[in-house]
């Protein structure tokens, strides 16, 4: 459990989170893929498609092959969605199908690194109108994820701008460290995929969660830490600081409670000298009125 919390004068530090199977239990994009058919941008086939990727990924991960083959495929698929339509279904669907789906376990590290003082940053493959809302309700600080290239018509046109996979996810780190400031020696990661070692690699404190094959033969050959996650939970049921306003709220509500708090004990301080007043006036009135 991490109890230590960051000492301000050092540089800054943060956790950096895979999301599919290292924070949620299933791929975060084809867990959409019903609500996209409801919404009309795929057929049935699509659908039955997306649900045997996904079957094939939550079964042994997929290697770099299946990843590369799954990108083309859902590049292709996206074509043409108009992206405001995209994210208006995501919004919608994001509560009932992505909550019930995140670990507990990875909740609980969450809660825990902001408690330490450290930034969280998902890190993740999917599309980022899928991966900011999920961030979003993670509390995550920021986000770092697959970007695909919106025609003037406000649609996908099939190509994708930025590629979060792999290398790209441990260059991507590197850049957030050099912009604001982190020490990555003292950093943190976690992934469950051994596409991700460049990004577990690139930070002082790695971590292998639910690893496939080949990242467990990895984590253990560089002694990396490997942690099971098997607990999906929604947030709402298990941690209240996953339902409380952002930090900055939280010290504005602070300042208003201790503000109220001393309005009430001047107030109470006020009736108090008022009572004890009145109370020696009553005794004086009495006294003069027995002469």
């Known amino acids: 459990m991490l109890r230590l919390v960051e000492n301000h004068s050092l540089p800054r530090t943060a956790a950096f989170f895979d999301l599919d199977k290292t924070v949620i239990a299933k791929s975060s994009t084809l867990t959409f ?72 376990e990875a909740a ?7 408690t330490a003082g450290r930034d969280v940053v998902i890190v993740s493959t999917s599309g980022a109108e899928v991966v900011e809302p999920i961030g979003e309700l993670l509390g995550a600080d920021r986000v770092v994820a697959t970007r695909m290239v919106v025609g003037e018509d406000g649609c996908f046109t099939g190509e994708v701008e930025y590629y979060a996979y792999g290398p790209t996810k441990a260059e991507a780190i590197k850049e957030l460290a050099a912009s604001e400031g982190y020490d990555l020696d003292r950093c943190y990661a976690y992934s469950d995929s051994a596409t991700d070692v460049p990004m577990l690699a690139s930070v002082g404190h790695p971590h292998a969660v639910n690893p496939d094959r080949a990242l467990r ?29 952002p930090r900055p709220a939280l010290v504005a509500m602070a300042a208003v409670g201790a503000a109220a708090a001393t309005a009430g004990l001047v107030w109470y301080a006020s009736r108090r000298r008022s009572a004890a007043a009145q109370a020696a006036a009553a005794v004086t009135g009495s006294h003069f009125a027995r002469i």
């Open 33 to 104: 893929s019903k609500s996209f058919y409801q919404g009309g941008l795929i057929n049935r086939r699509a659908v039955l498609r997306t649900a045997y990727a996904q079957f094939v990924f939550l079964a042994g991960g997929a290697d770099h092959d299946q990843m590369e083959r799954m990108r083309e495929y859902l590049s292709s698929l996206c074509k043409g969605w108009n992206v405001q339509q995209v994210k208006e279904i995501v919004a919608e669907t994001l509560h009932d199908l992505i909550d019930p789906i995140i670990y507990d």
């Open 108 to 114: 609980s590290l969450i809660e825990e690194h902001h």
């Open 217 to 245: 033969r990895e984590a253990t050959a560089r002694d990396w830490p490997i942690l099971v996650f098997n607990r999906p939970v929604r947030l709402k049921q298990r941690l209240p600081a996953f339902s409380m306003p």
